[in-house]
């Protein structure tokens, strides 16, 4: 072994936003085999689509992990509607054997334009739930949004926010570090120290911030196409003790027209690179 590969690294995982457009998850599952990549974290629209078992089943029957599982939240919709659902999530995280189960926690109330009710929303649907999901020995992992989507997806949108909120909870509450959500912070070192330190890093996914940017959702760059310095996020995470994946994570109407194997070529080329 080489002192290069023995540098600590992390697994590239395909997270199936990426090419949800052109392919369902079993064309994803076999996509990713294709391609060399090891891991990969579902979208439960897709993993419903497919059936839980028969995910189970041919993700065992390839070897791959599961980085997570997207997405339970969204503690400020209908309350009683969206527990039913994230407890189904939590069932379906840990069918799947998932590293943990992503949150986005949704945005205002409807018809509200109360920041901090929303906020106060989350943190009580989020301690409802972590019992659960620690019963259930699944971990949660919170994503801070970037700030635009405060509005309609998710009121948390710092670091520093979702992890002073982890702390609040006695499950297995941690984060999910979206280069595309963070990068902009200035407290971001600290941080992922932080998080690191607690060992709360449940999972990380990588896109790049394109200038311009387009439109709100679904503009979000393939590593390497904007202005993020990646390599220092994924070293900083990794220093903070991180063992999960990276998931390559793109939202974008730009690369969901493309052939979804040259979407996943150039995800595992610009991994190399560029992360
Ligand atoms: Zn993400």
């Not at 065992?60 to 407890?87: E, I, P």
């Not at 995280?93 to 109330?109: E, H, P, W």
């Not at 635009?148 to 979702?162: F, V």
């Not at 393939?222 to 996020?233: A, E, N, S, T």
Request: hydrophobic fraction near 40%; charged fraction near 25%.
């Amino acid at each position: 072994m080489t002192d290069k590969q023995a540098q600590p690294t992390m697994e590239l995982s395909l997270n199936t936003a990426t090419i949800r457009e052109q392919w369902e998850l079993d064309q994803a599952i076999q996509g990713c085999v294709r391609h060399g990549v090891r891991a990969i974290a579902p979208w439960r629209d897709q993993l419903q689509k497919l059936g839980v078992s028969e995910t189970v089943k041919m993700i065992a029957d390839h070897g791959l992990r599961v980085s997570s599982l997207c997405r339970g939240g969204f503690f400020t919709a209908d309350a009683k509607l969206n527990m039913d659902d994230n407890y189904q999530a939590v069932d379906e995280a840990r069918a799947l054997g998932a590293d943990c189960l992503v949150l986005v926690v949704g945005g205002l109330v409807s018809g509200t334009s109360d920041m901090a009710y929303a906020r106060r929303q989350v943190a009580d649907g989020l301690a409802t739930l972590s019992e659960y999901a620690r019963d259930q020995g699944v971990r949660l992992a919170l994503e801070p949004m970037h700030p635009m989507y405060a509005a309609d997806r998710g009121c948390i949108n710092t670091l520093k926010q979702a992890l002073d909120l982890c702390e609040q909870l006695s499950g297995d509450v941690g984060v999910a570090i979206d280069t595309y959500h963070v990068w902009w912070d200035p407290d971001l070192t600290r941080q992922i120290q932080r998080a690191g330190a607690a060992s709360r890093i449940f999972a990380f996914h990588c896109a790049d911030w394109l200038v311009p940017t387009e439109m709100i959702f679904g503009d979000r760059g393939m590593p390497g196409d904007g202005v993020i310095d990646l390599k220092r996020i994924y070293q900083m995470v990794l220093a903070a003790g991180y063992e999960g994946c990276c998931e390559i994570e793109i939202f974008s109407t730009n690369w969901w027209r493309r052939d979804p194997d040259e979407v996943l070529r150039t995800c595992v080329q610009r991994y190399q690179r560029v992360v």
